[in-house]
């Protein structure tokens, strides 16, 4: 049984800077890993990914050089590095993994959930 918990969400100024991790515990070697937003009112939309087997990585345009997701494999971690933050990225942020190892946009190909974390960035 995967489970994945985020942590390190809260509330930042604008252009400020966060990091969020993602701890899985159970079998998640060989699996994708991702990060998802969902702002309030608004559908869930991906924000990153990196699949395990050659650690590439995927990015929404909203965030491409701004966001940068990154692999820790002795802590079984995967953090988001987000700086240059703005009120747009204000969102619960969830982690996800995938055993197919796509490392896709769609929430459809994760079949693993964490519960989220809140990001809050202020203007």
């Known amino acids: 049984q995967v489970q994945l918990v985020e942590s390190g969400g809260g509330l930042v100024r604008a252009g400020d800077s966060l990091r969020l991790s993602c701890t899985a515990s159970?079998?998640?070697?060989?699996?994708?890993t991702a990060w998802f937003r969902q702002a309030p009112g608004k559908g869930r939309e991906f924000v990153a990914s990196?699949?395990?087997?050659?650690?590439?990585?995927y990015y929404a345009t909203s965030v491409q050089g701004r966001f940068t997701i990154s692999r820790d494999n002795a802590k079984n971690t995967v953090n988001l590095q987000m700086n240059s933050l703005n009120s747009e990225d204000t969102a619960d942020y969830f982690c996800?993994?995938?055993?197919?190892?796509?490392?896709?946009?769609?929430?459809?190909?994760?079949?693993?959930w964490g519960q989220g974390t809140q990001v809050a960035v202020s203007t």
């Open positions: 990196i699949r395990w087997s050659d650690s590439r990585t």
């Open positions: 996800a993994a995938d055993s197919y190892d796509s490392g896709g946009y769609a929430c459809a190909e994760y079949g693993y």
């Open positions: 159970g079998a998640t070697a060989g699996y994708a």
